[in-house]
């Protein structure tokens, strides 16, 4: 069987760094965006142009529709689906817990947490009619301790931690894996977005005085993807360059 992956969230960042690599080593790649098709369709041109094979399918990850048919997409025009990368997230802002709003939870939940699990259901349903399958869901550190004023987001992020465990215990007897990786500083557009005080600040207080490259976090889920951890899951890996 053909290997093809849908990586949500994969128009930049963390996300589009998976699906450049996901199509070297062969996949056929789905690239979903919510807003920023440009991009998408950029990664789409380099990644054919590359000799791979690659679509950008617009889906906001938040609403059951959209995830229906962002696999209904895929499934006419690459194929069932062997892999899936749960990589679309949003912070939702930094907020104090005293003033966090019933809207920003909503927003906040509706993408990572129940995204998550119905892009799963999506896939999983597909996997198990196709003799097995690979899910990786990125999640972060702050769900190890809480963020600075993300309560919202590190909450979401260990809802996810305790999912990826739940959900490969169910999907084991049907070939499916099911791990997490936990990001912690990475080097992407937020942080490129901060000031050159902060970003200097934020490095001297890693152990290895640099953040971490997408291309590494990519290499991680590839790893997790492939033949090579055949027996890991339920596993929720940090690559947090020991901090």
Known sequence: MKNVAIITGASRGIGAATALLLAHKGYAVCINYNTAKENADKLVNTIVELGGRAIAV????????????????????LGAVTALVNNAGINGGICQVENITHETLQSVFSTNVFGT???????ISRMKENGGGNIVNVT?????????????????????????????????????????????????????????????????????????????????????????????????IPITGSR
Not at 59 to 76: G, H, M, N, P, Y
Not at 117 to 123: K, L, N, T, Y
Request: proline content about 2%; some cysteine; aromatic content about 8%.
């Open 58 to 77: 617009k889906a906001d990850v938040a609403k059951e529709e959209a995830i229906s048919k962002l696999f209904t997409t895929v499934d006419k025009e």
């Open 140 to 236: 972060s550190e702050a769900a190890r301790f809480g963020g600075t004023h993300l309560a919202h987001y590190a909450a979401s992020k260990a809802a996810i931690n305790t999912y990826t465990i739940a959900a490969a215990r169910e999907a084991a007897a049907y070939n499916i894996r099911v791990n997490a990786i936990s990001p912690g500083v990475i080097d992407t557009e937020i942080h490129a977005a901060s000031s050159e005080e902060r970003l200097n600040n934020l490095i001297k207080s890693l152990p290895m005085k640099r953040m971490g490259r997408t291309s590494e976090v990519a290499e991680l889920i590839y790893w997790l993807l492939s033949p090579a951890a055949s027996y890991i899951s339920g596993a929720l």
């Open 117 to 123: 699990f119905i892009c799963c259901r999506e896939a």
